[in-house]
């Protein structure tokens, strides 16, 4: 499995990459750029740093899945280094950009099971903080960028604001031990569903509407649907892509599942 995280500079994605890592379950999906170094970062981890002649090279000999000029330096997949990494055994964790991820997806198709996870900040003033704070010299640039990796994010499997890092670390634990296990969804309101809703939403979507996230929560692990059960069911049936946005905290007492579960069973025939 490879986990993609994708959010503006300071939204927190290697931070929340390096605390995974931790636990010995996974490992790391470098990528290649051709800009500077970090104080904080080594060759491997969580880039490997390239000349440009270099990068455009391995472009020549189509070694990347997919590459991206972002703030004016390239970064780009290796396929090798995928290949690599798979064989060790373990979850990929890989930091990309929103445009990036969308060609990655593409290029490896079905090979791979890849969950994607959008991390971002409660607002632009909390992100100017955190850019601030790790003494970012080019904060101008990546904020004119915020607004156009928000747009991105309902194209991801899952949306979370990252405002603690413990929290968004077990959020993105339970996510990933969820999809392993395959653990259906529940709802937390299971009286009947309207099916014209259903139908319109499944119309909206067929003619490449992009919905907005089905709200979601994990109670005891599992994962439960606070708003937006319809459109999830939606695409269940049309097979399309609908966000799933993470709402942290959320203490409920889950009901009777009886009758959701009889719906997903009656649409997955």
Not at 73 to 99: A, M, N, P
Request: aromatic content about 8%; overall charge neutral.
């Amino acid at each position: 499995m490879l986990v993609i995280f994708s959010g503006g500079s300071g939204a927190g994605k290697n931070t929340v990459i390096g605390e995974l890592i931790k636990t010995g379950d996974f490992a790391l999906m470098p990528t290649y750029t051709t800009r500077d170094k970090r104080p904080s970062e080594c060759e491997g981890n969580p880039y490997c740093f390239l000349t440009d002649a270099e990068f455009k090279k391995k472009i020549d000999e189509n070694e990347l899945y997919e590459y991206e000029n972002v703030h004016g330096h390239y970064y780009g997949t290796s396929k090798l280094l995928l290949k690599e990494r798979l064989s060790l055994g373990k979850t990929l964790l890989k930091d990309i950009d929103v445009l990036g991820t969308q060609n990655l997806v593409k290029s490896i198709g079905g090979d791979v099971k890849i969950i994607t996870v959008f991390l971002k900040v409660a607002s632009k003033e909390v992100l100017i903080e955190r850019l601030t704070e790790r003494k970012e010299t080019e904060i101008e640039k990546r904020l004119s960028r915020y607004d156009m990796e928000n747009s991105y994010s309902d194209k991801y499997d899952y949306i979370i604001t990252n405002n603690d890092l413990t929290e968004t670390t077990n959020t993105v634990l339970t996510i990933i031990r969820s999809e392993k296990s395959g653990k259906e969804f529940g709802a937390l309101k299971c009286d009947g569903v309207d099916e014209n809703k259903i139908k319109n939403y499944v119309k909206r979507l067929e003619s490449g509407e992009t919905l907005s996230p089905v709200k979601i929560a994990f109670i005891d692990c599992a994962p439960y649907i606070v708003e937006g059960r319809h459109k999830y069911l939606a695409g269940l049936l049309s097979g399309k892509h609908v966000a799933k946005e993470i709402i942290n905290g959320y203490a409920a007492k889950v009901p009777n599942q009886s009758s959701w579960l009889k719906t997903l069973s009656a649409i997955r025939g």
